[in-house]
T-cell receptor, first 112, second 111 residues
Framework: DGGITQSPKYLFRKEGQNVTLSCEQN?????MYWYRQDPGQGLRLIYY???????QKGDIAEGYSVSREKKESFPLTVTSAQKNPTAFYLC???????????FGEGSRLTVL | AQSVTQLDSQVPVFEEAPVELRCNYS??????LFWYVQYPNQGLQLLLK??????LVESINGFEAEFNKSQTSFHLRKPSVHISDTAEYFC?????????FGAGTRLTVKP
């Protein structure tokens, strides 16, 4: 089945540790996105990539990093510089342009 | 950059009543508009979209939305809701580069 796979679904980390969230898609989509979801704030764009080896910052990129070495993969690293990392993280992909987004099931990160 | 405002954070409604979830957008260029639905602890699913053509678009489960360029709105409506429509609904806009979402409207359908 074609789709987007995020892992892990739940993750607990201590303050000060870097964490990497995985996002893989087999839809052959060019564009991939990372969003952060907090209650009452909707989805805020962290980073997006329209093509391999290229990515752009979204509205809340500080404290996060990404890479796009393969078309299928767009991992997100939550660094220790992110002041409030506890959130629900959603990865998405699209064919690009005006294409709709296809979402993964999300990763819930809790920093203790 | 474009932005989206969803005017209601929560909408409680009784089963079989009509509902409208309001969405306004701002952009300096032409945009494409979407409504997504999210069930608890899941990702978002596309409900319907406006790309071009007829300003009234419909989903397979009875929702419809109308693109109004002069009022920069894309309100979502359903004439008769079901318990199963209880979820969070997000309006989104893209100019073809990145997609921006509203804060969401939690629709609660009561029996």
């Amino acid at each position: 089945d074609g789709g987007i796979t995020q892992s892990p679904k739940y993750l607990f980390r201590k303050e000060g540790q870097n964490v990497t969230l995985s996002c893989e898609q087999n839809l052959n989509h060019d564009a991939m996105y990372w969003y952060r979801q907090d209650p009452g704030q909707g989805l805020r764009l962290i980073y997006y990539s329209q093509i391999v080896n290229d990515f752009q910052k979204g509205d809340i990129a500080e404290g996060y990093s990404v890479s796009r070495e393969k078309k299928e993969s767009f991992p997100l690293t939550v660094t220790s510089a992110q002041k409030n990392p506890t959130a629900f993280y959603l990865c998405a992909s699209s064919i690009g342009g005006a294409g709709e987004l296809f979402f993964g099931e999300g990763s819930r990160l809790t920093v203790l | 950059a474009q932005s989206v405002t969803q005017l209601d954070s929560q909408v409680p409604v009784f089963e079989e009543a009509p509902v409208e979830l309001r969405c306004n957008y701002s952009s300096s260029v032409s945009v494409y508009l979407f409504w997504y639905v999210q069930y608890p602890n899941q990702g978002l699913q596309l409900l319907l979209k406006y790309l071009s053509g007829s300003t009234l678009v419909e989903s397979i489960n009875g929702f419809e939305a109308e693109f109004n360029k002069s009022q920069t709105s894309f309100h979502l409506r359903k004439p008769s809701v079901h318990i199963s429509d209880t979820a969070e609904y997000f309006c989104a806009v893209t100019d073809g580069t990145d997609m921006r979402f509203g804060a969401g409207t939690r629709l609660t359908v009561k029996p």
